[in-house]
C-alpha cells in the first residue's frame, strides 16, 4: 500500500515544490511505495523558477508540477494521506483542513530561499542548499519502515529527523 506524503506551504512554488520532487525521486530511485504531493494555502499559481532548476539539475523530473491548493487534497476523490509535513512557518502556524485518515502532523522548517538578497547566482545557491538540506530528510524519512510502524512511532521517528 502507497505510503502518501502531503507537504504544505503558503505559496506552493518552492519549499513544498522541493520537497515534492526530493522525496518522489529518492523513492523512486530507492524502490520505496512512497508518494509525495504538495500543496499550499494560498497557491501561488506558479512554481518559483529557482526551484524547478534546482531540482532539474539534479535529475529530478518536473513535469506536471503545478502549484495548487490544500483543498485539492481534502476532495473525496483525493488519496489518503499518512503523513502531512509544513515546511514554512506561515503554514504551520495556519488552521489546517481535516484530513481523512488522521495522518501524521509535523513541522520541518526551512528558510524561504525565494528572500535570499543579492542576484540570480545568490539565489540559485540558497535554492540548491534548500534542496540539498529537504533531500536529506526525505531520504531519512524513506530509511523508515513506514508499513510497520504505528502512527505514534511515526510521529516520533520524524520528530527525531526534523531535530537532526
Known amino acids: 500500500m502507497t505510503t502518501n506524503v502531503l507537504i504544505l506551504c503558503t505559496h506552493n512554488s518552492a519549499r513544498s515544490v522541493l520537497s515534492e520532487g526530493m522525496l ?30 534546482a531540482l532539474e539539475q539534479a535529475g529530478v523530473d518536473t513535469q506536471g508540477y503545478r502549484s495548487k491548493s490544500w483543498d485539492t487534497f481534502t476532495a473525496k476523490d483525493a488519496p489518503e494521506m499518512r503523513i502531512v509535513i509544513t515546511v514554512c512557518d506561515s503554514a504551520a502556524a495556519e488552521q489546517c483542513p481535516h484530513w481523512p485518515g488522521s495522518p501524521v502532523k509535523l513541522h520541518w522548517g526551512y528558510p524561504d530561499p525565494s528572500n535570499t538578497p543579492g542576484g540570480d547566482e545568490a539565489k540559485r545557491m540558497a535554492f540548491e542548499l534548500t534542496r540539498q538540506a529537504i533531500g536529506y530528510r526525505m531520504l531519512q524519512l524513506l530509511q523508515l519502515p513506514l508499513a510497520q510502524m504505528s502512527n505514534a512511532e511515526l510521529q516520533s521517528a520524524l520528530a527525531e529527523i526534523g531535530r537532526n
Not at 32 to 44: L, N, Q, T, Y
Open 24 to 53: 518522489n525521486h529518492w523513492a523512486a530511485r530507492l524502490g520505496k511505495d512512497v508518494r509525495a504531493h504538495s500543496a499550499g494555502s494560498a497557491p501561488s499559481g506558479r512554481l518559483n523558477p529557482f526551484a524547478l532548476e
